[in-house]
């Protein structure tokens, strides 16, 4: 998000995992995202990948006042994903 000067903000903030969607399976996810959890091995990476979707589906749902469904998250051909809408969050 950016200010009436146009300098970027930085939004911190802490997330109660409890809150988290029960579905470890990833049925909450988008298509490409449940791909990419579907081609991760281990026990610990799609924990990591659900957990931190959740976070920044939840972060920016309370940033542009949508519900936590409505965001819509993309990735960068070299990877870094970021937040779709009318303001681009990273």
Do not use: H, N, T
């Amino acid at each position: 998000m950016r200010d009436e000067g146009g300098e970027a903000d930085i939004v911190l903030g802490v997330l109660a995992l409890s809150g988290a969607p029960a579905a470890a399976d990833g049925a909450w996810l988008d298509e490409p995202e449940q791909a990419r959890l579907a081609a991760m091995s281990g026990p610990i990476r799609p924990r990591e990948f659900l957990g931190g979707r959740f976070l920044v589906r939840s972060m920016a749902a309370r940033l542009m006042r949508i519900e936590p469904s409505s965001v819509r998250i993309e990735v960068e051909e070299g990877g870094r994903p970021f937040v779709a809408g009318p303001e681009r969050l990273a």
